[in-house]
């Protein structure tokens, strides 16, 4: 499976981007898909998450600002950031659970910076 991210990019603080995933090279069923972030210097943590089934879950940090979201019929998965802030700057990863494996994608860089 590959896992294409994309739309990271330099935001002021307060602004918005969408982050997308598109997958490729499997027809698995798709178990779970989330976004992972990782800052310089700290460990990469679960930033938001979305199950078969709809069920998401978040971050307390990001709660009521990040949506995740997914097409699938485009085998893609989103992430809406709404309100960011410097804290949120960081390389950002999608990750991909079907029933055979689990894949990362190769990070997009979102920088919140006045």
């Known amino acids: 499976v590959q896992l294409q991210a994309s739309g990271g990019g330099l935001v002021q603080p307060g602004g918005s981007l969408r982050l997308s995933c598109a997958a490729s090279?499997?027809?698995?069923?798709?178990?779970?898909m989330a976004w992972y972030r990782q800052a310089p210097g700290k460990q990469r943590e679960l930033v938001a998450g979305?199950?078969?089934?709809?069920?998401?879950n978040y971050a307390n940090s990001v709660k009521g600002r990040f949506t995740i979201s997914a097409d699938n019929a485009k085998n893609t998965v989103y992430l809406q950031m709404n309100s960011l802030k410097p804290e949120d700057t960081a390389v950002y990863y999608c990750?991909?659970?079907?029933?055979?494996?689990?894949?990362w994608g190769q990070g997009t860089q979102v920088t919140v910076s006045s």
């Open positions: 990750n991909r659970v079907d029933c055979n494996s689990a894949s």
């Open positions: 090279g499997s027809s698995s069923r798709v178990l779970y």
């Open positions: 979305l199950t078969s089934g709809g069920t998401t």
